[in-house]
């Protein structure tokens, strides 16, 4: 089995506050490391403010990496001052927030539509979801903090503001941000040829109208409607089944999900079962699987928890013969297993996976009738076996110092077990002790965030994880802990284990260098 990822990263910050002239060079720097791309490097995730560097430590050690990041800080082109392209939005103002914003602010509401629209706005970033533009900088009037507890949804081409920003919400998403109307227009559809409408640098300005809301972009889907080697029918669906590879790499500066396995190992597990490679398409099922017929001979492997096969063993691989019909029992314990089957499951890549994203319209749960093939034909043994994967009864995280790391905070996240009371594949909502929390410029999230909104609710951020946040984040999960969180169930009981040792300032030196000093920056 292939060894475990341990995903990690720092932030390289060109200023501590918006800052046309330190955006450019932040955007220029990312350009230059991704055309010099190292190996072990997972991603490259551009801000406002900073460029978070997100790396394999199992792959490349840190200091490798640092030394990377310093050369190309003294040899990068700073801007020469080109502006972007000039996006017109139209917006129909209806936001729900729209009256609470006029009051706050003390103006009427025609005047918050008269200066929200009568400024050009500047793209810092893109990002949180796909598509997702953060725009700066908003009249000092109209200048509100987020909400203290986000929306569970935000509507899609939701138009809002928080702080100095403004934003379009191109999905249906979470989200903080005041809202203050609609846009009429579609700037992320990932069955174009361009998908993304907005890019960094560039300029907008929103233009008062009135109009139908564009419908939702069509789901993009990520195998083909008519398999080579046709492999399984599905019969009924289980809660939720979604087709899984390594994940979609690379694409931060985007705002798309990584995606992929939320319980890696599980995933590596089955796929090693039988005899593929550890990152091959495979079947993720949640809490209740599918019922799937067999249409020819196969060898496949279960593994992870939440449910067991009828008709064979768990975590290790057995023969189907074609007709056969293989259902799943449900378990109490876990959320998460993995289906793989000798060949992998053939896929329709986007932007080089064929991971399903559901924020990102990019591939769906199964449904009646779907019919899935083999990328290929390979000859596996059935009754292959590993080590057995072991679950706790009871879950503990241990949790690193994070980038806005305090002593309280992290105190107070290790005071007290926390229910899970919400789930899903971007995180997981915990209830229980108060936990100080807060707002920072919006800033690439790294892998395992436990970000605090201002209300004190710690949510843990998993694969399909926002890219761009603006909360603070005290902790992180350990790499090592991440596939127990991606098992917890709603309603369950964890505990989280924070590492206080070292000093605070330490903990800000490993995650931040500062792209002025030389040669390989010190802390903010």
Known sequence: MQRPAHPTGFYVQFSQELDLRQNARLHNFHRALRADWLPGITDLGPGYVNLFVEYDGALVSGAVVREWVARHLVSFEDPVGAEGRLIELPVRYDGPDLPDVAERTGLSEAEVIRLHSGSEYHVYAVGFTPGFPFLGE???????????????????????????????????????????????????????????????????????????????????????????????????????????????????????????????????????LVGNAPDAPLLELTLK?????????????????GMRPESGPMQRSFRLRRGETLRFTSTQTGARAYLAVAGGFEGAPFLGSCSTDLIGRVGRPLRAGDMLGLAGLQEAMPSFANLPLTLPQHVTLRLLPGPQASLEALNALGRAPFRVAGSDRMGLRLSGPQVPGGQVTSEATPPGAVQVTPAGEPIVL??????????????????????????????????????????????????????QASPIGEKI
């Open 138 to 272: 908003v009249s000092e009037v109209l200048r509100l903090p987020r909400r203290s507890t986000p929306r569970a949804t935000v509507p899609p081409n939701a138009v809002a503001i928080a702080n100095a920003q403004t934003c379009v919400y191109p999905l249906s998403s979470p989200g903080g941000w005041n809202l203050l109307g609609t846009a009429l227009d579609t700037i992320y559809d990932p069955n174009r040829a361009a998908p993304f409408l907005i890019a960094p640098g560039d300029r907008v300005r929103f233009r008062p109208s009135e109009g139908q809301t564009p419908p939702l972009p069509t789901v993009r889907e990520t195998w083909p409607a008519t398999p080579r080697l046709p492999a399984f029918r599905v019969e009924k669906p289980g809660l939720l089944d979604l087709l899984m590879d390594a994940g979609r790499q690379y694409q931060a500066q985007v705002g798309l999900a990584r995606s992929g396995p939320m319980d890696t190992r599980s995933a590596h597990f089955a796929n090693g």
């Open 462 to 515: 998993l694969s399909d994880r926002g890219r761009i946040g603006g909360y603070h984040k005290p902790a992180v999960v350990h790499p090592q802990d991440l596939p127990l969180a991606a098992q917890l169930r709603p309603g369950q009981l964890v505990s989280l284990r924070p590492d206080t040792t070292g000093k605070p300032e330490d903990w800000a030196r490993r995650w931040f260098l500062d792209a």
């Open 289 to 305: 699987g599918p019922v799937l017929t067999a249409l020819r001979d196969l060898v496949v492997g279960v593994a992870g928890f």
